[in-house]
């Protein structure tokens, strides 16, 4: 048995073998839910029905049910869609960019990201496609052969943003289901009941784990992280650049790329530390999700936090240098003193001040104080995109156009929903799928580090203990 | 004798000639055995893992796989099919001013071409993994040993002219296998060994 050289983060207890990580992984999977997660689950579910009556609503009496009106067009449905990407983005930060970045304590973490980012981005995508108005006739979006010969105009980032959409969430699917493959296959070999087997039986695909099997998934694994990495990073970006290139007094401004990347780490890693603290203590995977794993991600938090801080200091000394009266009224008037200086104010609150205690180790690895932090800075986040979307359309270039934006109650069935919706994907797959990488895990908690590459696709490149005469 | 033993595995979890199978379970020991077959000249070698480990593939003389090259190839058909679909629409079909822009402007191509290029090549990346590895839904399959997927690493040797069933038990026994079994393709029989009952 061996530890990860002086890596706290992936060091294991030395009691742990393959059977017991197995063990440890998949017995939830065989037990009947305790009564927490049925109330749990239940309230969830009732809250994603409320989702799609409002999205039922929606279909037969049209956006009016909404609070939008003029001049605030994109509310509720946008700032929420920006928000659930967010969350998203970070799940592929830590399954893809992390990997590519041979960060080995991601293995702790990285199934649980993953279905974060494919559960938030189902949530996601539904917004878009409601929010045309009629979802009916959306596959007008798409490219296909027509009598009028009308195209979608690929010079709008809107366009850009429905193949953003489309090529990022179907990765992430096949990205996570490829993942989940040899571990389906360790429950089909440990499943006892008949249902269960031949369930999972058919979901591993006849999975075997020979040697060339390996080789093949590893790399195929691998490609995946260098596919979805630009796509991540080039989906928020398009979704950024969507809103830059409107010419309306706070969206305009070149920044806007790698200020929405970086706010989305920021916001979807909080909500990562949100899922994994209940998570490793109800499932009791202390040992493999350590106080080291949070604390990382809090690091990475934090940096995203200073990142998105030096950007709100950016725009306002952008608004006042730029000598523009529109920019300078959003930004040094509006925001701060205007009708919602509240929304302003609690994002700062949220993003800028509260995260500065994870300067503090102690505060790191305090695991109430990160889930208090991680909650304020989803808070946080949600407002940030609330001001950016709908504070800048409330005070644009005219006056007389100025207009105050408040949520309809549909609205809040469908910001509630929302989370309701991404919280029952959630909790079932807790259920019926590992929540920990089973092999990956094994592989680096069982084997002795090595000095060269840093992941299994590399071991053909001559790192070997052994090495052969063949 | 183990449940697994009276049930047959799927055919195709297994060597499709008569084989000797030897189990372990430490990945060190493993490794060690994987080397001394092909030092020994043995052909036909099958390995499975339960999990990745690392240094396998140079010992089994298995070559870095070709995915990551078709992935590529796939990608940069559709960079092309992506762009000149926008070309196409955007300049010859159905020609707009659009921000006073040209019709061709490339720089505005490059999201579209670069998404849809990526997305057929993770499609791509998809099926060639299924079928490199033959992947194809089974709820009927049945491993050729129950905790192969879980914590027990195999070799298997094909029975041959130069290597019988009883000189394979023999070998795999010297190199500590836990477990031995011999399959003729009719019958599955598992040997005792020193290393097992000590394991157990």
Same mark, same amino acid.
């Given at each position: 048995?061996?530890?990860i050289?002086?890596?706290?983060?992936?060091?294991?207890?030395?009691?742990?073998?393959?059977?017991?990580?197995?063990?440890d992984?998949?017995?939830?999977l065989?037990?009947?839910? %305790?009564?927490?997660?049925?109330?749990?689950f239940?309230?969830?579910?009732?809250?994603?029905g409320?989702?799609?009556?409002?999205?039922?609503?929606?279909?037969?009496?049209? $956006?009016?049910i909404?609070?939008?009106?003029s001049p605030?067009?994109? =509310?509720?449905?946008?700032?929420t869609?920006?928000?659930?990407i =967010?969350i998203?983005?970070?799940?592929?930060l830590?399954s893809?960019?992390?990997?590519?970045?041979?960060?080995?304590?991601r293995n702790?973490?990285?199934?649980s990201?993953?279905?974060?980012?494919?559960?938030?981005i189902?949530?996601?995508?539904?917004? %878009?496609?409601?929010h045309?108005?009629?979802?009916?006739?959306?596959?007008?979006?798409?490219p296909? %052969?027509?009598?009028?010969?009308?195209?979608?105009?690929?010079?709008?980032?809107?366009?850009?943003?429905?193949?953003a $959409?489309?090529?990022?969430a179907t990765?992430?699917?096949?990205?996570?289901?490829l993942g989940l493959?040899?571990?389906?296959?360790?429950?089909?070999?440990?499943?006892?009941?008949?249902?269960?087997?031949?369930?999972?039986g058919?979901l591993a695909m006849?999975?075997?784990?020979?040697?060339s099997?390996w080789?093949?998934?590893?790399?195929?694994?691998?490609?995946?992280?260098?596919?979805a990495?630009?796509?991540?990073?080039?989906?928020?970006?398009t979704?950024?650049?969507?809103l830059?290139?409107g010419?309306?007094?706070?969206?305009?401004?070149? $920044?806007f790329?790698?200020?929405?990347?970086s706010?989305?780490?920021?916001?979807?890693?909080?909500?990562?530390?949100?899922?994994?603290v209940?998570l490793?203590s109800?499932?009791?995977?202390?040992?493999?999700?350590?106080i080291?794993?949070?604390?990382?991600?809090?690091?990475?938090?934090?940096?995203?936090?200073?990142?998105?801080?030096?950007?709100?200091i950016?725009?306002?000394f952008?608004? @006042?240098?730029?000598?523009s009266?529109?920019?300078?009224g959003?930004?040094l008037?509006?925001?701060?003193f205007?009708?919602?200086a509240?929304? @302003?104010?609690?994002m700062?609150?949220?993003?800028?001040?509260?995260?500065q205690?994870?300067w503090i180790?102690?505060?790191?690895?305090?695991?109430?104080?990160?889930?208090?932090i991680a909650?304020?800075?989803?808070?946080?986040? @949600?407002f940030?995109r609330?001001?950016?979307?709908?504070?800048?359309?409330?005070?644009d270039?005219?006056p007389a156009?100025?207009?105050y934006?408040?949520?309809?109650?549909w609205?809040?069935?469908?910001?509630?929903?929302?989370?309701?919706?991404?919280?029952?994907?959630?909790?079932?797959?807790?259920?019926?799928?590992?929540?920990i990488?089973i092999?990956?895990?094994?592989?680096?908690?069982?084997?002795?580090?090595?000095?060269?590459?840093?992941?299994p696709?590399?071991?053909?490149?001559?790192?070997?203990e052994?090495?052969?005469d063949? | 004798m183990?449940?697994?033993?009276?049930?047959?595995?799927s055919?195709s979890?297994?060597?499709?000639?008569p084989?000797v199978?030897?189990?372990?379970?430490?990945?060190? &020991?493993f490794?060690?055995?994987?080397?001394?077959?092909?030092?020994?000249?043995?052909?036909g070698i099958?390995?499975y893992l339960?999990?990745?480990?690392?240094?396998?593939?140079p010992?089994?003389?298995l070559?870095?796989s070709w995915?990551?090259?078709?992935?590529?190839?796939?990608?940069?058909v559709f960079?092309i099919?992506?762009?000149?679909?926008?070309?196409?629409?955007?300049v010859?079909s159905?020609?707009?001013v659009?921000?006073?822009?040209p019709?061709?402007?490339?720089?505005?191509f490059v999201?579209?071409?670069?998404?849809t290029?990526?997305?057929?090549?993770?499609? &791509?990346?998809?099926?060639l993994?299924?079928?490199?590895?033959?992947?194809?839904?089974?709820?009927a399959?049945?491993?050729?040993?129950?905790?192969?997927?879980?914590?027990?690493? &195999?070799?298997?040797?094909?029975?041959?002219a130069?290597?019988?069933?009883?000189q394979?038990?023999?070998?795999?026994?010297g190199?500590g &296998?836990?477990e031995?079994?011999?399959?003729?393709?009719?019958?599955?029989?598992?040997?005792d060994?020193?290393?097992?009952a000590a394991?157990?």
């Open positions: 048995m061996s530890t050289g002086n890596d706290p983060a992936t060091a294991a207890a030395p009691e742990l073998t393959a059977a017991k990580i197995t063990d992984i998949i017995a939830p065989f037990k009947f839910p %305790p009564l927490a997660w049925w109330g749990a239940l309230t969830a579910a009732g809250l994603t409320a989702l799609f009556l409002a999205f039922a609503l929606h279909c037969v009496e049209g $956006i009016g909404f609070g939008i009106n605030v067009g994109w =509310g509720n449905y946008i700032v869609y920006v928000f659930w =967010g998203a983005v970070a799940g592929t830590v893809s960019i992390l990997f590519l970045f041979r960060q080995r304590w702790a973490i990285n199934r990201t993953e279905a974060m980012t494919v559960f938030a189902s949530v996601a995508g539904l917004f %878009p496609a409601l045309t108005g009629r979802p009916w006739v959306d596959y007008w979006l798409m296909y %052969p027509n009598d009028l010969e009308l195209w979608p105009q690929f010079k709008s980032p809107i366009i850009w943003d429905v193949f $959409i489309t090529g990022y990765t992430s699917v096949i990205f996570f289901y493959i040899p571990d389906l296959a360790t429950i089909r070999d440990r499943a006892k009941n008949p249902i269960q087997k031949m369930v999972y058919a006849g999975w075997k784990g020979t040697a099997d080789r093949h998934y590893e790399r195929a694994y691998a490609q995946f992280a260098w596919i990495t630009p796509l991540v990073l080039g989906m928020h970006s979704i950024a650049t969507l830059a290139v010419d309306v007094p706070g969206w305009h401004a070149t $920044i790329p790698p200020y929405f990347v706010g989305a780490i920021f916001g979807g890693l909080a909500m990562a530390l949100v899922l994994l209940p490793r109800a499932f009791k995977f202390e040992q493999y999700i350590t080291d794993h949070l604390e990382r991600l809090a690091k990475i938090m934090l940096t995203c936090g200073l990142i998105v801080t030096y950007v709100y950016c725009e306002f952008t608004a @006042w240098y730029s000598e009266p529109y920019e300078r959003q930004f008037w509006y925001r701060p205007g009708a919602h509240w929304a @302003w104010m609690t700062i609150t949220c993003n800028v001040i509260i995260p205690f994870l180790r102690s505060v790191r690895r305090n695991i109430a104080a990160l889930v208090v909650l304020a800075v989803n808070v946080g986040m @949600w940030e609330f001001v950016i979307g709908c504070l800048s359309l409330e005070a270039h005219l156009n100025w207009g934006y408040s949520f309809s109650s609205d809040w069935f469908i910001l509630a929903g929302s989370f309701g919706m991404f919280f029952t994907m959630f909790l079932g797959f807790i259920r019926v799928g590992p929540m990488s092999a990956e895990i094994k592989s680096i908690l069982l084997q002795p580090q090595r000095t060269h590459a840093s992941h696709s590399d071991s053909n490149r001559g790192v070997t052994i090495h052969p063949a | 183990p449940d697994h033993v009276n049930a047959p595995p055919p979890a297994t060597p499709e000639v084989y199978a030897g189990y372990w379970r430490n990945a060190q &020991a490794k060690i055995a994987a080397t001394s077959a092909r030092e020994a000249g043995h052909t099958q390995a339960p999990y990745p480990v690392h240094g396998i593939e010992i089994l003389g070559e870095r995915i990551g090259r078709g992935v590529f190839a796939v990608s940069v960079f099919v992506a762009y000149h679909m926008q070309y196409f629409q955007q010859e159905f020609p707009m659009y921000g006073g822009k019709f061709h402007t490339w720089q505005l999201v579209v071409t670069l998404e290029g990526l997305l057929i090549g993770a499609l &791509a990346n998809l099926l993994a299924f079928h490199t590895c033959r992947l194809i839904p089974n709820p399959f049945k491993p050729m040993h129950p905790r192969l997927s879980d914590d027990t690493f &195999a070799l298997a040797l094909p029975i041959s130069r290597a019988s069933s009883e394979l038990v023999a070998w795999f026994r190199l &296998a836990e031995v079994e011999v399959n003729d393709l009719v019958l599955t029989q598992r040997v060994t020193a290393a097992g394991h157990a």
